[in-house]
């Protein structure tokens, strides 16, 4: 304990020291761009590279924990982990549920100069954030065992997973104002939670090393330098709006539930949330089947391949949250066309960004795999078997995320929360049920294949059936009133 001390204390005067070096950064407010005017390739550049920078790192938490666990701890350390990793999924989707929400509601009020309404979603959801905080965190100090075990966890499993979750349930009531990243961005600020999550990262990885390497506490050490990183990103978010410098200002009186503002904070978030809480019961349920199946080997396979997805998914997570600023905004200044060639641009993007990754993948799989583990030649021979079919699902799954934020951005509502949980729950969960029990653990892996596919193509189907079928409509009235 007293050595924990002195390094907490040390840790103090350094960042003291480095106090003018932080302040500068955030000294000027960033450049404001016009969502009406500005060309869209222009605009995506400025939002979407901060926001799919700010969702790896955010999710970089849990990928360097897991190299870190793997190179420190071993195979078993990953699997626990991987167990926890659905109820990181599960709490970030409340912050997705608040954040997203009201973040799209501010760019589509600020779209239809509305600063006032605007504030008003902002002091709405602070408080509808500081509430489900606080029940959230008492029922994970209450229940966090309780739930491991549900997962499957049992003897040094469920100790060394138990011993990870207690503390990163302790840093719930800071990583919540996480959510505060997707209303900057709907202002019209990009660049500070950029600059916000590489400060945490560069922390997050520097105490990974001392906690674990020098000091060896294992999955301990990860989690208290996860809590103390992501503490960080959530204090330099809320002191952005506590010294005034940003758009949309915090209005104290404001901070209360009002419904006529919550319910549509929450209709529009629910798309994100359900597919975030979606994806935490798929990997839930994953886990389980691969436990019966292959024991915890299987586990940390699945949490090596997913600590390489990731990158994948947060950059879809990314590039989708990223424009919606611009498809709400345009979308409430009624310029359709434009709202519809970002989607177009940003679809080209993403099947970009996964074609270079499973090339990547194609070419360099031990060296990959070996970040996570190599001192292991059974799970590093099974995690290359497969993620030689896990990669097929990733361009599938990609479109279907940006899709999904699209029809959020515009606020259909319930098409967004059909898309969020139709592949992760309604697809993925009987498909892999049915293929595990006739090819074993072959079969999870094409279930993900399967329910990724099937669900891309329905959801660009949508996209036809009720954006391209609006644009015209639109622009068959413009030509009317014309002429």
């Known amino acids: 304990m007293r050595n924990l001390k002195t390094i907490f204390h040390k840790l103090f005067l350094f960042l003291k020291d480095k106090k003018q070096v932080f302040v500068s950064l955030f000294r000027k407010n960033d450049k404001a761009y016009s969502l009406k005017e500005d060309s869209i390739l222009k605009l995506l550049i400025v939002f979407v590279g901060p926001a799919v920078l700010g969702m790896l790192v955010n999710i970089l938490y849990n990928v360097v924990d897991r190299i870190f666990v793997g190179q420190f701890v071993g195979a078993e350390g990953i699997s626990a982990v991987t167990l926890v990793f659905p109820i990181n999924f599960f709490q970030f989707g409340f912050v997705l549920l608040f954040g997203s929400g009201a973040g799209v509601l501010i760019a589509k009020y600020l779209g239809e100069n509305r600063l006032d309404k605007a504030e008003e979603v902002f002091g709405t959801m602070l408080a509808g954030l500081l509430i489900v905080m606080v029940l959230f965190t008492t029922a994970g100090l209450f ?19 138990s011993d990870y979750l207690f503390i990163i349930v302790m840093g719930f009531p800071l990583s919540f104002f996480i959510a505060l990243e997707f209303t900057s961005r709907a202002e019209g600020n990009p660049h500070l939670p950029a600059k916000l999550v590489l400060i945490s990262s560069l922390i997050n990885v520097s105490l990974d090393y001392v906690f674990m390497k020098i000091f060896g506490l294992g999955v301990q050490g990860a989690a208290l330098a996860t809590v103390i990183a992501q503490g960080t990103n959530a204090v330099l978010l809320l002191n952005y709006y506590f010294n005034g410098k940003s758009l949309v200002k915090l209005v104290w009186k404001q901070i209360k539930l009002k419904k006529e503002i919550i319910l549509p904070i929450l209709a529009v978030g629910l798309a994100p949330f359900v597919m975030d809480i979606a994806v935490s019961f798929q990997n839930a349920f994953a886990n389980h089947l691969l436990l019966e199946s292959g024991g915890s080997d299987a586990v940390a396979v699945m949490g090596i391949i997913f600590g390489i997805n990731v990158f994948f998914m947060m950059t879809a997570l990314g590039t989708g949250d990223g424009m919606q600023p611009i498809i709400s905004y ?100 009987p498909i892999a049920y049915l293929l595990n029990n006739s090819y074993g653990l072959v079969g999870v892996w094409i279930a993900f294949v399967v329910s990724d596919s099937l669900a891309a193509i329905i959801s660009l189907l949508l996209v036809k059936k009720y954006s391209i079928k609006k644009l015209k409509i639109a622009n068959s009235n413009e030509q009317f009133i014309t002429e």
């Open 330 to 429: 345009n979308y409430g200044a009624k310029q359709y066309a434009r709202a519809l060639t970002t989607l177009k641009y940003v679809l080209v993007f993403v099947l970009l960004a996964a074609f270079l990754g499973i090339t990547a993948i194609a070419i360099f799989p031990e060296s990959i795999i070996g970040v996570f583990i190599d001192d292991n030649v059974e799970i590093v021979s099974l995690t290359k078997s497969a993620l030689e079919i896990f990669v097929i699902s990733i361009p599938f799954f990609m479109i279907q995320v940006v899709v999904t934020r699209y029809f959020q951005a515009i606020q259909k509502n319930t098409v967004a929360t059909f898309l969020a949980i139709f592949r992760p729950v309604l697809l993925f969960i």
């Open 143 to 161: 229940f966090y065992k309780d739930l491991l075990v549900v997962f499957g966890a049992q003897g040094s499993l469920l100790s060394l997973s």
